[in-house]
């Protein structure tokens, strides 16, 4: 079936490690986005991606990385100097970026920082 | 700049009953509105939008929104619901000044949504 895999679905960290979330998509879509997620507060804005090789930071990239070295992979890296990194953090594509506002997203990866 | 006020944090209702997730939205351009739910521990999923057209827009799984521009608002309903409806329910608004583009969703704070028996 397409779809968004998100992994690892729980993860762990110490304070002061990088950690990777991997996002894969086989939908065929060119843009792909990265959202964080924290209760109370709805979905907010990492990084998007509208086309390979090509990346745009959200309204908090601060303290986050990505890449987009192939169409169907986006992975998002929680570097150490995100300060509150704990997070429930959502992967999300679409066929374009215009404006159908469809956005299918993945599972989730739910990090926590000890 | 867009924002999304989601006025209702929680709502709980009796299975079979109405319900009514009130959204309101605040923007100087043209909108194009969004319903998205998130059922737990999972993503979220499209329920319907708002491009252009009718302001009664009716979406999956028997809910309709409708569009009031003058009250600036896009209310969620449903006649009545079922116990699997429980979920987290986000609206979001994208504006014409930016294109409409996917990347300048705004999402509003969420209703969580909880149907008892």
């Known amino acids: 079936d397409g779809g968004i895999t998100q992994s690892p679905k729980y993860l762990f960290r110490k304070e002061g490690q990088n950690v990777t979330l991997s996002c894969e998509q086989n939908?065929?879509?060119?843009?792909m986005y990265w959202y964080r997620q924290d209760p109370g507060q709805g979905l907010r804005l990492i990084y998007y991606s509208q086309i390979v090789n090509d990346f745009q930071k959200g309204d908090i990239a601060e303290g986050y990385s990505v890449s987009r070295e192939k169409k169907e992979s986006f992975p998002l890296t929680v570097t150490s100097a995100q300060k509150n990194p704990t997070a429930f953090y959502l992967c999300?594509?679409?066929?374009?970026?215009?404006?159908?506002?469809?956005?299918?997203f993945g599972e989730g990866s739910r990090l926590t920082v000890l | 700049a867009q924002s999304v006020t989601q006025l209702d944090s929680q709502v709980p209702v009796f299975e079979e009953a109405p319900v009514e997730l009130r959204c309101n939205y605040s923007s100087s351009v043209s909108v194009y509105l969004f319903w998205y739910v998130q059922y737990p521990n999972q993503g979220l999923q499209l329920l319907l939008k708002y491009l252009s057209g009718s302001t009664l827009v009716k979406g999956i799984n028997g809910f309709e929104a409708e569009f009031n521009k003058s009250q600036t608002s896009f209310h969620l309903r449903k006649p009545s619901v079922h116990i699997s409806d429980t979920a987290e329910y986000f609206c979001?608004?994208?504006?014409?000044?930016?294109?409409?583009?996917?990347?300048?969703?705004?999402f509003g704070k969420g209703t969580l949504l909880t149907v008892n028996p």
């Open positions: 979001a608004v994208s504006d014409l000044r930016s294109g409409g583009s996917n990347y300048k969703l705004t």
């Open positions: 939908l065929n879509h060119d843009a």
């Open positions: 999300a594509s679409s066929t374009g970026t215009g404006a159908t506002g469809e956005l299918f």
